[in-house]
């Protein structure tokens, strides 16, 4: 219990505004002036500057996910991700861009967003020096650079660089089919074989061999077909080591 003693509250130094019954509070508070980071987590050594703050990061090591969502039973590690997953079931979608007037559930979204008017790209690639506007794609571009590919198919344990290949792929394993033409109906596991498809129906053959004038309506066709100019053999037999143009 706080004792009332008549003493002066604790008030910061630098902005003059805020003051603080305790000691401690003035002192965390003054932590937002200085930048330190104190509280250090021991597995990942990342640092934060309050300690509820290390706590709730401490979740993401330990898997406990303590905040349940009370309409789908979902749970989370942080109360802030729980916050933010509940706009879901409530549709809403407070942050308005002023320029474009697009709204986003989150306020980090709107941030990030708004990039795109200002054109700032804060992210840069310490490789190539390639900069983008959202961290996220700056971590999906340095996998060019590490070579890593950590999304792995659970069924064959084949791996991707970006999760949207995996996702893609793991159709090969459910047969699941969403992309559908809507003249004749046949279905396909990837849009981008819906859209050769496609050209089946407009009779379109866009990709033009520059040797011959010949045209095809896939790109992969017109690259077997350049063989012949070329006489490339890439395919080879790995018992005798004759090649050929076409595996």
């Known amino acids: 219990m706080l004792i009332h003693t008549g003493e002066k509250p604790h008030v ?5 505004k805020k003051s603080f019954k305790r000691k401690d509070q003035l002192n965390e508070h003054m932590l937002s002036h200085t930048g330190e980071k ?14 509820d703050k290390l706590n709730e990061h401490m979740l993401s090591h330990t898997g406990e996910k303590p905040h349940v969502c009370e309409v789908c039973k979902k749970s ?9 997953h509940m706009l879901i079931h409530t549709g809403e979608i407070p942050h308005v861009c002023q320029v474009c007037m697009k709204s986003f559930s989150l306020k980090s979204t709107l941030n990030s967003h708004m990039l795109i008017h200002t054109g700032e790209k804060p992210h840069v690639c310490e490789v190539c020096k390639k900069a983008f506007s959202q961290k996220s794609h700056l971590s999906r571009h340095m996998l060019i650079h590490t070579g890593e590919k950590p999304h792995v198919c659970e069924v064959c344990k084949k791996s991707f660089k970006w999760k949207d290949q995996l996702n893609k792929h793991m159709l090969s394993h459910t047969g699941e089919k969403p992309h559908v033409c809507e003249v004749c109906k046949k279905s396909f596991s990837q849009k981008s074989t819906l859209n050769s498809h496609m050209l089946i129906h407009t009779g379109e053959i866009p990709h033009v061999c520059q040797v ?13 077909h350049m063989l012949i100019h070329t006489g490339e053999k890439p395919h080879v037999c790995e018992v005798c080591k004759k090649s050929f143009k076409i595996n």
Not at 76 to 84: I, R
């Open 212 to 224: 011959c004038m010949k045209s095809f309506s896939l790109k992969s066709t017109l690259n077997s």
């Open 76 to 84: 989370f590690s942080q109360k802030s991700t729980l916050n933010s």
């Open 38 to 51: 104190p509280h250090v987590c021991e597995v990942c050594k990342k640092s934060f500057k309050r300690k």
């Open 12 to 16: 910061c130094e630098v902005c003059k």
